[in-house]
C-alpha cells in the first residue's frame, strides 16, 4: 500500500474534518508533489489542493480560505483541513502523490465527505 487515505465522514454545513494520507513504501512527502482530489457524484474528479515537494501549495478557488494542506514528513502523512464545510464539498476523496522527475504517480483509495444541509 502507498497511499492510505482516512478521516471523511459525514458533517453538518459549517462544519470541519480533517482527512489524512499515510504515505509508505517508495512514497516519500519529502520528495513527492501530493495532492487532494475529489470526485462528486455524476461529476469529473478535480484537483482541490496540492502541496509541492519544495512547500508550496496551491488551492482550487472554491476552498480557498476554507480548505488547509499540509505534510509531516516525519510522519510521512498529508492532511487536508476541511472548515466551513458546505454541502457542494460533498464528495469521495482521493489523495495523490507525484513525482515528475520519474512518472510516478500513486493514488489512495479515496474517503468519502458527506456534508448535510
Known amino acids: 500500500v502507498q497511499l492510505q487515505a482516512s478521516g471523511g465522514g459525514l458533517v453538518q454545513a459549517g462544519g470541519s474534518l480533517r482527512l489524512s494520507c499515510v504515505a509508505s513504501?517508495?512514497?516519500?512527502?519529502?520528495?513527492?508533489?501530493m495532492g487532494w482530489y475529489r470526485q462528486a457524484p455524476g461529476k469529473q474528479r478535480e484537483l482541490v489542493a496540492t502541496?509541492?515537494?519544495?512547500?508550496?501549495?496551491y488551492y482550487v478557488d472554491s476552498v480557498k480560505g476554507r480548505f488547509t494542506i499540509s505534510r509531516d514528513i516525519l510522519k510521512n502523512t498529508v492532511y487536508l483541513q476541511m472548515s466551513s464545510l458546505k454541502p457542494e464539498d460533498t464528495a469521495v476523496y482521493y489523495c495523490?502523490?507525484?513525482?515528475?522527475?520519474?512518472?510516478?504517480?500513486?493514488w489512495g483509495q479515496g474517503t468519502l465527505v458527506t456534508v448535510s444541509s
Open positions: 502541496v509541492t515537494s519544495g512547500g508550496a501549495r
Open positions: 495523490n502523490a507525484a513525482r515528475s522527475s520519474t512518472g510516478a504517480i500513486y
Open positions: 513504501g517508495s512514497v516519500f512527502v519529502s520528495i513527492y508533489d
